[in-house]
């Protein structure tokens, strides 16, 4: 047992593996259909539709009076995305009470990695940045970790990792988007309306009351839950803060011991879909879209120190500063990596974490919304960051699919058909 304990990436039980497989899954076809949106979106950007497809996106509707007189882009970016972070929520809480960051031992790595795949970054966007004579207002565009799209990528390129490493990414994600829905909230917050924020305490204490009840009508939940984020947007917080701390009201035990699923889990299975499948690929379709300007246009944003921060923050940054953290983290324990694995697998993962697009097309709307030149050159360097990450990611989790092949039948074979396979049985006895 204490061997194990001194391994990183190990497996965790047979429970939570299905669980994060199951997430993983979903995540897969909504990181697709983002991908799908995206392409889309910079294909109309860039062709004799360019006016329509900006009307529509900054075509405003909503009550003015209520605050709400939104471009459909910002409804995508303010409000579906709420729905995103409801669901980043449900999945933080759980790994808090009844997941992985529960346990110290396991919740060091992915903690230790998410922040120093924020710091690095960011000091390199601003490097770049001081040096160049750039805009420093978008430190906090590299930051981010797009799970949807990074397992997308995983998908096309059919890379079978082992479970200790999803469920790594899974676990660094969520820490991940915590840190990130944080920045949003500290600092994008403009101006504060006192009054509006305390209102809001109604709606999301009503919610909190309702769930820990087990009342789970949506007739009942919705209305509250849209109250709760109107307020929480007429406040001067974005919007989408209202949507972790809704996450964050729902019971995770179930109360019945034989319930398969508590609320959380639950709300969870329900809200993802929409969330992945709908959601993300919206916003990603009118978040996007960007005019290149032809070959000079994307050479003009290539020397801008805000695109090279961008996109050697989201390159460079996240590997250094997931996989350096990893072996800092590794160094001072005194642990080594789980069997099979290899440091070229810690760095393969840190790349594919340098895809930031959802969350960085996010942050970068929120740090340079009103300037359209810096705007345009953000975009670019998110697409462009997240796609060079995606492709030396692949180079290298392809050069070690071979190795992932052996563990995943390992981690696959249930001689006694049972239902679990038999190594994950072998470590619980292990473990006991």
């Not at 060079?388 to 995943?408: P, Q």
Request: charged content about 15%; proline content about 4%.
């Amino acid at each position: 047992m204490s061997e194990t304990r001194n391994r990183l990436f190990t497996r965790t039980s047979w429970l939570e593996t299905s669980r994060t497989a199951e997430i993983l899954r979903a995540e897969t076809t909504g990181g697709i259909l983002l991908i799908i949106g995206a392409v889309i979106a910079v294909i109309l950007a860039n062709s004799p539709l360019q006016e329509t497809y900006e009307a529509v996106r900054d075509f405003r509707f909503g009550p003015s009076a209520l605050h709400l007189d939104l471009s459909v882009g910002t409804w995508a970016a303010d409000g579906l995305l709420a729905i995103f972070f409801f669901v980043a929520g449900l999945e933080l809480k759980r790994e808090f009470v009844a997941g992985d960051l529960r346990d110290p031992r396991r919740a060091a790595l992915p903690i230790a990695a998410a922040v120093g795949g924020m710091v690095a970054p960011a000091l390199i966007y601003v490097a770049v940045n001081t040096i160049g004579g750039g805009s420093l207002a978008g430190w906090a565009t590299p930051v981010a970790t797009d799970i949807a799209f990074a397992v997308a990528i995983l998908a096309v390129i059919s890379t079978h990792l082992p479970a200790g490493l999803r469920t790594f990414l899974l676990t660094l994600a969520v820490v991940d988007d915590l840190l990130g829905i944080t920045i949003i909230a500290i600092f994008f917050t403009s101006e504060l309306h006192i009054g509006y924020l305390l209102l809001a305490l109604i709606p999301i204490g009503l919610f909190a009351l309702l769930v820990q009840r087990r009342i789970t009508s949506p007739w009942l939940l919705i209305p509250l839950a849209l109250v709760a984020w109107a307020l929480v947007h007429s406040s001067g917080v974005h919007a989408t803060v209202a949507g972790v701390v809704l996450g964050f009201t729902v019971p995770v035990v179930a109360r019945d011991p034989e319930a398969k699923r508590g609320l959380a889990e639950h709300l969870e299975h329900l809200t993802r879909p929409i969330s992945a499948g709908v959601a993300v690929p919206i916003f990603a379709f009118f978040a996007a879209g960007v005019s290149l300007g032809g070959w000079d246009g994307v050479t003009s944003a290539l020397h801008d120190p805000i695109t090279l921060g961008i996109i050697l923050g989201l390159v460079v940054g996240k590997t250094i500063g997931i996989a350096g953290s990893t072996w800092l983290l590794a160094t001072f324990t005194r642990a080594s990596l789980d069997d099979d694995l290899a440091w070229t697998d810690v760095i393969g993962m840190a790349m594919l974490a340098g895809i930031g697009f959802t969350v960085s097309l996010l942050i970068g709307e929120l740090a340079f919304g009103s300037d359209h030149g810096a705007h345009d050159h953000m975009k670019v360097g998110v697409l462009f960051g997240s796609v060079l990450a995606s492709l030396l990611a692949t180079i290298i989790l392809r050069a070690r699919n071979r190795v992932y092949r052996r563990i995943e039948e390992l981690e696959t074979t249930d001689a006694d058909n049972d239902g679990v396979p038999d190594v994950f049985e072998e470590d619980q006895g292990r473990d006991r």
